[in-house]
């Protein structure tokens, strides 16, 4: 894949709808295209965190390892969607896994250098930081509603 194809697919995603052209340039140098196929992990909770995905196409299943049951599935996640913020916060280790449920196609993000860009253009940092804080209220609000819905036959 080149580089202008990869261009459209990123001002495609809705994580940079609206992103001034910069940013979305500066986002591009750290980007590059994944495919997972059904049952590969695209991460594992506990190891380091150096990337993030914008899902392009297919399901991931975010789980949360439960001693004894295995992996407990707390979130789907599908195309348009975004994947992971332990990136952003030291000490930057996944606290799920995610695993594909279906052919998935991401653009994978390189935190390492995405946090380099951030410091050398604090106007793009800002940006992506505002993007982040809004996916961070929706997961906690997800996370919220999950429990309780899990927890709903407990009260009857």
């Known amino acids: 894949m080149n580089i202008q194809d990869l261009e459209h697919i990123l001002e495609d995603h809705p994580f940079v709808q609206g992103m001034h052209y ?7 140098g750290c980007c590059s295209n994944q ?28 789980e949360l390892y439960v001693p ?6 707390v979130e789907t996640r599908g ?8 990136w952003l916060i030291k000490p930057y280790r996944w606290h ?4 594909a449920i279906t052919d998935v196609a991401t653009l994978m993000i ?7 860009k951030c410091e050398e ?8 930081l505002k993007r982040f804080a809004a996916l961070m209220v929706h997961d906690v609000r997800a996370m919220s509603l999950q429990l309780i819905d899990m927890h709903k036959p407990l009260r009857a």
Do not use: M, N
């Open 79 to 86: 195309g348009g969607d975004l994947l992971g913020w332990s």
């Open 110 to 116: 390189d935190a390492r250098c995405l946090r380099q």
């Open 68 to 73: 004894q049951h295995g992996g407990l599935r």
């Open 96 to 99: 799920f896994d995610a695993k």
């Open 121 to 128: 253009d604090h106007s793009f940092g800002y940006d992506i």
């Open 22 to 28: 910069p940013h979305v340039r500066t986002l591009l």
């Open 35 to 62: 495919r997972y196929s059904p049952g590969d992990y695209l991460f594992r909770g506990g190891q380091e965190s150096h990337e993030f995905f914008l899902l392009r196409e297919g399901t991931v299943s975010l």
